[in-house]
């Protein structure tokens, strides 16, 4: 079964702490992306990248990085947690636009930052 | 970015068909209309997606209007394990962001 996995399922943070949040999928897919989803706002792209070492902003970009150093993983990195990044946090990965796919998901890490 | 409208929420009956509507009248014609759903406590699924034609496959149907301003989903017998949010999503060819709304909440009955 094809799987993108994230590292972590629940995440308690401090205000401040630089937070790694790790995406892996199985799949050889080149596009991989990153999702915060919250009550009444639905699904917000943070960020995306294409290929190895690329990445674009999506929606939502400020407060967050994102590292992808080998094809199938895809970091979100949070420079300086704070309170209003409590969310749910989903990857996704397919393969290129033009091929018009699905998205496959991660099943999200629930982040909380004190 | 095209927008689509569903119902808030529905109920089905368990062992019944389930028809999700969902309106998009600003529909382009390069956009593809894709559906995902969300289980409790999981990340969203991919279901199915379709251009002008319907579309069938292990988890559900997909009957597009032939103006395309209006979808449905059917799910062709509606079991408890089907209770989720439904997202019916429009996709422009080459683009990379799916815009998820807030769907439609599936209840099951048993």
């Known amino acids: 079964d094809v799987k993108v996995t994230q590292s972590s399922r629940y995440l308690v943070k401090r205000t401040g702490e630089k937070v790694f949040l790790e995406c892996v999928q199985d799949m050889d897919h080149e596009n991989m992306f990153w999702y915060r989803q919250d009550p009444g706002l639905g699904l917000r792209l943070i960020y995306f990248?294409?290929?190895?070492?690329?990445?674009e902003k999506g929606d939502i970009p400020e407060g967050y990085s994102v590292s992808r150093e080998k094809k199938e993983r895809f970091s979100l990195i949070l420079e300086s947690a704070s309170t209003n990044q409590t969310s749910m946090y989903l990857c996704a990965s397919s393969f290129p636009t033009g091929a018009n796919y699905g998205y496959t998901f991660g099943s999200g890490t629930r982040l909380t930052v004190v | 970015d095209a927008k689509t409208t569903q119902p808030n929420s529905m109920e089905s009956n368990e062992e019944e068909p389930v028809h999700l509507p969902c309106n998009h009248s600003?529909?382009?014609?390069?956009?593809?209309i894709h559906w995902y759903r969300q289980l409790p406590s999981q990340g969203p699924e991919y279901v199915i997606h379709g251009l002008t034609s319907n579309v069938n496959n292990r988890m559900a149907s997909l009957a597009i209007a032939e103006d395309r301003k209006s979808s449905t989903l059917i799910l062709h017998r509606a079991t408890l394990r089907d209770a989720a949010v439904y997202y019916c999503?429009?996709?422009?060819?080459?683009?990379?962001?799916?815009?998820f709304g807030t769907g439609t909440r599936l209840t099951v009955i048993p």
């Open positions: 990248s294409y290929d190895v070492k690329m990445k």
């Open positions: 600003t529909i382009s014609g390069t956009d593809y």
């Open positions: 999503i429009l996709r422009p060819a080459g683009a990379n962001n799916l815009f």
